[in-house]
């Protein structure tokens, strides 16, 4: 198994592109979110999904939009990029807690992350 | 509001030294989580625990879960280069065990 994977590795946008951050997974995880990781700030969720065809906001969500079409992928798209969003974008999956019946021990699997330059 | 706290942001240690680091909370969560980040990758789940008291060894590394579940500690035994990374707390607040809840991390160098 591959497990989380994302791409591009590293990006460089010009205030004001757009552009979308690929993840997927194959372990046929429910869960998947995105995160953003900033010195001083932690991990912040962005936006997250339960399942295919179903997306929620997390605590940053502005700026930021996300589909689920497949269980398997969980793309994150930025509309017009702002150097507020330079950072460090981790896509993470885990299984759902209500199918599992073992609510608050999911394990997070992470993606290598994309680091992102707004310049 | 910082949910999470952890202790200390930053330590910096020789080879062989022990040494403890704290994930602080005033709530009450159902469950913590201990996570790795070396340079360059994503975290990687290290222990959980569940129950208050709870205490679980991985090889150097002791875990210890509060009887009151509002905090945790990890205690790392002779320290290794290679345990050099981030190491982030998670937990899952009893209230809401949908909302994974992170603290900052600690920054742990070690050196040879």
């Known amino acids: 198994n591959a497990g989380v994977t994302q791409t591009p590795k590293f990006q460089v946008l010009k205030t004001g592109q757009s552009m979308t951050l690929q993840c997927a997974q194959d372990?046929?995880?429910?869960?998947m979110s995105w995160y953003r990781q900033d010195p001083g700030m932690g991990l912040r969720l962005i936006h997250y999904?339960?399942?295919?065809?179903?997306?929620d906001q997390g605590e940053v969500p502005n700026g930021y939009n996300v589909s689920r079409s497949t269980t398997e992928d969980f793309p994150l798209r930025l509309l017009s990029a702002a150097p507020s969003q330079t950072s460090v974008y981790f896509c993470?999956?885990?299984?759902?807690?209500?199918?599992?019946?073992?609510?608050?021990?999911?394990?997070?699997?992470f993606g290598p992350g994309t680091r992102l330059l707004v310049l | 509001t910082q949910l999470l706290e952890q202790s200390p942001q930053f330590l910096s240690i020789q080879e062989g030294e022990n040494l403890t680091v704290y994930c602080n909370s005033s709530?009450?969560?159902?469950?913590l989580q201990w996570y790795r980040q070396e340079p360059g990758e994503g975290p990687v789940l290290l222990v959980t625990?569940?129950?208050g008291g709870e205490v679980k060894k991985l090889k150097r590394l002791t875990f210890q879960f509060g009887d009151a579940r509002k905090d945790s500690s990890l205690h790392i035994t002779a320290a290794q280069p290679g345990d050099t990374g981030l190491y982030l707390c998670?937990?899952?607040?009893?209230?809401?065990?949908?909302?994974?809840?992170w603290g900052l991390g600690t920054s742990l160098g070690v050196n040879p």
């Open positions: 709530s009450v969560f159902s469950s």
């Open positions: 372990m046929n995880h429910e869960y």
């Open positions: 993470a999956s885990s299984y759902h807690s209500m199918l599992t019946g073992l609510a608050g021990v999911e394990t997070q699997y």
């Open positions: 998670a937990g899952y607040n009893a209230g809401n065990n949908r909302k994974l809840i």
């Open positions: 625990v569940v129950t």
């Open positions: 999904s339960v399942g295919a065809g179903i997306t």
